[in-house]
């Protein structure tokens, strides 16, 4: 009894806990395509005239948003010399997606922090892909929320701060996906999201 009551008194004190959400957003875990797999996303790939290495190497847990994108590339660079801390860092012109979504509610703080270089100084964005249900109930896109930065020629930290909306252009949000982006081609490295939950829940 005493147990649960230091518990009830611990939730009353502590009611929000920031927790880290993304994995491997240093990317220096990878894994190699190959096989139907690597023929499937050379082909879609080149369908949409994306410029990849003959080898395509992705970060664990991370994937390129191809429909976002024409013309794009991306690059994964295993160079100490070159990523901002460890051995690793990625280029990418178009859209590269962390590969899982994550339940919000209205309220929750997110803290997103990333590293930028980009020798042309041009515009990079981080989106949240922002998902609620359809009248039947489906998973729905429901549009991003989005935040701009400035790379420079060495690396720099960025940091996005933002607390989550209860809807988006009118429907529920329920869910939302991290995205990494650039217009012109932009190096990231050390992606970190630090979320804060509210006591509110998504409902249904």
Not at 27 to 37: A, N
Not at 108 to 134: H, V
């Amino acid at each position: 009894m005493k147990k649960a009551a230091v518990l009830i008194m611990f939730a009353l004190l502590f009611p929000a806990i920031a927790r880290a959400q993304i994995t491997n957003g240093s990317f220096e875990k990878t894994r190699i395509l190959s096989g139907k797999e690597a023929e499937s996303m050379s082909a879609i790939l080149k369908s949409r005239d994306w410029k990849v290495e003959d080898t395509i190497v992705f970060p664990v847990g991370w994937k390129i948003n191809i429909a976002n994108t024409r013309n794009g590339e991306y690059r994964l660079v295993n160079d100490p010399s070159q990523a901002s801390e460890g051995n690793v860092c990625i280029y990418i012109k178009g859209h590269f997606s962390f590969a899982q979504s994550m339940p919000v509610n209205a309220g929750d703080q997110a803290e997103i922090s990333f590293d930028l270089k980009d020798p042309d100084q041009k515009n990079a964005r981080i989106y949240l892909y922002c998902y609620g249900k359809s009248d039947e109930g489906k998973t729905i896109n429901i549009g991003a929320l989005d935040y701009i930065a400035t790379a420079r020629p060495e690396w720099t930290r960025n940091t996005w701060k933002l607390t989550l909306p209860e809807a988006i252009n009118g429907k529920k949000l329920h869910a939302v996906v991290l995205a990494l982006s650039s217009v012109t081609g932009t190096y990231f490295d050390n992606v970190e999201m630090k979320y804060t939950k509210t006591e509110n829940k998504v409902k249904e």
